[in-house]
């Protein structure tokens, strides 16, 4: 009779069933509150960050900002500023400050402005002589990859920071849902200096045109072509052949009669052949 009643009464307890139910939720809520931890910890990070790359902007935008930190030139003391306010609550995190200067603020992430454009093809090209302005005085035609200069610039340049910092979890949580113990933030700001002295204006340069010359590629003059017969007076002629896109000149001394062959070579290795006569006084 007791051994018919035991399994029948473990079967009616419920005693402890309460820690295996808190047991089968317990992953899905520490994952839960884990990630929002560490959500709202990026989310500060970020803040401070922020806070911390327009605060140096602003200060340096002076002619001689005061800045009590390391660095013998602006551009250090403002990179050493922004580390050691974001190094308060991003421990251990890898930053890099990158300062460019643009001549305005349109320039930034474009390629320098295009003055002339023969072709009107919308790009630079050298050959046809286009001109642009040279914003940051290289000399050379610069894209959006290259254009600007680094550092905090001159008197109303606009400087562009840019700050990249690799930044511990703060639970090293990665490995919850697969990803890596760090995180990535990129911060920007843009700020225009002062104008604290008199402003440099970029000059305007030009590419140097080809001088023209026969064809290369293109269309076919079907062998038509336009005979000039010159004669200089001693017996020597001078054939003009011209082809759409190209002139050919030859001139044959022939004993009072001259006879040119010209072969012009136009677009697309047209020829055009013209044969001139000229009659030449002895």
């Not at 808190?22 to 884990?34: D, E, M, W």
């Not at 200069?149 to 910092?165: K, L, M």
């Amino acid at each position: 009779m007791i051994r018919r009643m035991f399994p029948s009464r473990i079967a009616r307890d419920e005693r402890g069933a309460t820690i295996v139910e808190f047991a089968l939720i317990l992953i899905p809520l520490l994952t839960v509150i884990i990630a929002g931890l560490d959500f709202g910890y990026q989310s500060y990070v970020r803040a401070v960050m922020q806070g911390a790359v327009n605060d140096a902007a602003r200060r340096a935008s002076v002619q001689n900002p005061e800045l009590s930190y390391s660095g013998e030139t602006v551009e250090e003391q403002v990179e050493q500023m922004i580390r050691d306010q974001i190094g308060t609550i991003a421990i251990g995190a890898e930053i890099d400050v990158k300062q460019t200067s643009f001549y305005r603020f349109s320039s930034i992430g474009n390629a320098e402005p295009l003055l002339t454009d023969v072709n009107k093809n919308g790009s630079f090209d050298a050959d046809d002589g286009d001109c642009w302005r040279d914003e940051n005085e290289n000399g050379v035609y610069d894209t959006h990859q290259t254009a600007g200069t680094t550092g905090r610039g001159s008197p109303d340049d606009v400087i562009f920071y840019q700050v990249d910092a690799l930044v511990p979890r703060l639970f090293n949580s990665g490995w919850l849902w697969g990803g890596s113990d760090e995180f990535e933030l990129a911060l920007e700001a843009a700020v225009r200096n002062q104008p604290f002295g008199e402003r440099v204006t970029p000059p305007v340069l030009c590419g140097k045109p080809v001088a023209s010359g026969p064809g290369g590629s293109g269309g076919n003059c079907n062998g038509n072509g336009l005979a000039v017969g010159l004669n200089n007076g001693t017996g020597n002629g001078l054939g003009l052949g011209v082809c759409v896109g190209g002139i050919g000149v030859n001139a044959n001394a022939g004993g009072g009669n001259g006879n040119g062959n010209g072969n012009g070579n136009g677009n697309g290795n047209g020829n055009g052949n013209g044969n001139g006569n000229g009659n030449g006084r002895p």
